[in-house]
């Protein structure tokens, strides 16, 4: 049984850009069967039974919620600001909980191994002090003031620097983060990752960008953000015990694991437990 | 010489793999494959009219075959990489690079399936994968018995470089490599190359790095 809790999210379900026409994009939420489709000019979500699902079209993507919306989707102001490429980065089928690629996306202590010479390099691996909460008015999980040495931090970066992160979850299934941009000192740039939970162990996951680059073909953006995503991958779908532990158990965290801790009891608290382990490991 | 890439593409990273080994410098122009569509477009399909990554230019040659993109930078720039002259070292060679195309059919597919929705009969793809993988294993074991650890002769040549990209991700299609003790030997060979460059879902030996100092005792902390 899935709680009400869970149901009255807003999930992704596809990418706008790519829905056609009846039977379009078969998929599958939260272990059930759906439909997205183009319909008289309209992105439809039809149910296993034909019912149609709550949809709100944002970041590039449809966004389906399988209950009664509790809330609106979150937003992502910078998505209408004025100069940003908004890039959509398509989708990677993982097998893994939903909750373990956001989780995985929240954490910089596997830069510089995981993404070894892009995003973190040895010996620069200590993860500095942070600052994380749970925000009671956007009902959110933020980190802030997350430093970090990256060889190439994004696409644009000519050499090593020094990254600044925030890090944010704004549903169950999906987090943004802001991080300094190369091009733009004054600015952050924005990236997304929208996971679409398919069932309690299986997810596709859409990586979204919103930058300050007027020069990087598109091709080139995507590129960065696949290759990231998938060093990733392969690490997800070895992740042990499949299902995201939401008590404390065999696990030992440490201070650079603050912002995953916060987004567990955060999940906790609200009853968010598709994908997650409630029994100690 | 312009190599058209995609970044996750197993067939790419042969080129720029053995381009890396060789010391050899590619003009890299990546290409929206996913989810773009890119090279289906006709922009695309006046350089290759096949329609498929990756494709290497160099002045009036387009190769669309990542085999044959081997092959020419071998001949071109190491010929070391074609193994020796003989001509049943060339055969085996050849016969090597038809069976990476039978990799590319089989881990490669259920991989593709399996990481960017591509259709098809999953369990055909991960069946076929496995007798592939036996095959392999089968050889690499004999030639370990005979103290060689490539697949031709003693050194490596471009029939390593092109069986191992699909190798290597087979688990990215869901075809574990725990079984085939010679692959992971040879996995591991190929990876400590000199000039060896990793793609997402293969990984660098970490493990062959200087061993770190020695931890203190904990007492001592």
């Known amino acids: 049984m899935i709680p009400q809790a869970v149901l009255n999210e807003w999930y992704p379900v596809a990418m706008i850009a790519l829905v056609g026409p009846r039977p379009g994009r078969q998929t599958q939420l939260l272990g059930s069967d759906i439909a997205v489709f183009l319909e008289d000019g309209q992105i439809v979500v039809q149910g296993a039974k034909g019912q149609r699902l709550a949809v709100t079209l944002r970041y590039g993507h449809v966004w389906a919620c399988p209950g009664t919306p509790a809330h609106d989707l979150f937003p992502i102001p910078e998505a ?148 990231i995503f998938l060093q990733d991958r392969s690490i997800l779908e070895n992740q042990i015990p499949r299902l995201l532990p939401l008590d404390p158990g065999k696990e030992i965290p440490t201070q650079a694991d603050l912002t995953s801790i916060a987004y567990r009891r955060w999940l906790k608290r609200k009853g968010l437990t598709y994908g997650a382990q409630m029994v100690a490991a | 010489m312009k190599l058209y890439d995609y970044v996750l593409s197993a067939s790419c990273y042969k080129v720029r793999l053995l381009a890396a080994l060789m010391g050899v410098k590619l003009e890299l122009e990546a290409v929206d494959f996913h989810p773009g569509q890119a090279h289906k477009s006709a922009a695309f399909r006046a350089i290759n009219p096949a329609g498929t990554l990756p494709v290497l230019v160099d002045g009036d040659l387009v190769l669309s075959e990542s085999t044959a993109m081997l092959v020419y930078l071998a001949q071109a720039s190491g010929k070391i990489w074609l193994g020796d002259a003989t001509p049943a070292s060339a055969a085996k060679v050849q016969n090597w690079l038809a069976f990476s195309a039978r990799l590319g059919a089989s881990l490669g597919m259920a991989r593709l399936h399996d990481m960017l929705l591509y259709p098809g009969d999953i369990e055909a793809f991960r069946r076929t994968g496995v007798e592939c993988l036996r095959e392999l294993e089968s050889h690499l074991t004999e030639a370990r018995f005979a103290g060689r650890i490539f697949l031709v002769g003693d050194s490596p040549t471009i029939a390593d470089i092109a069986c191992f990209p699909n190798v290597a991700l087979a688990p990215d299609g869901g075809v574990s490599l725990d079984d085939y003790p010679s692959i992971r030997l040879w996995s591991r060979a190929v990876r400590a190359l000199p000039r060896f460059i990793e793609m997402p879902g293969i990984h660098r030996l970490h493990e062959l790095k200087p061993t770190p100092e020695a931890v203190p005792p904990l007492e001592s902390l």
């Open chain 1, 80 to 227: 209408d600001q004025p100069g940003r490429r908004l890039v959509d980065c398509g989708v990677v089928r993982v097998k893994c909980s939903p909750l373990r690629a956001v989780e995985n996306f929240l954490d910089i202590a596997h830069f510089p191994f995981v993404h070894t010479d892009v995003l973190g390099a040895e010996p620069h691996t200590e993860v500095g002090r942070y600052e994380v909460q749970i925000r009671e008015d956007s009902d959110e999980v933020w980190a802030t003031k997350v430093h970090f040495y990256q060889p190439q931090a994004a696409k644009s970066a000519a050499g090593g620097i020094v990254t600044e992160y925030m890090y944010r979850v704004a549903a169950p299934t999906a987090a943004v983060l802001y991080k300094t941009c190369p091009n733009q000192p004054d600015a952050w740039d924005v990236i997304g990752i929208f996971v679409q939970p398919l069932t309690e162990e299986f997810c596709e996951v859409w990586p979204w960008m919103a930058l300050f680059d007027d020069t990087t073909p598109q091709a080139d953006l995507i590129q960065f953000q696949q290759m």
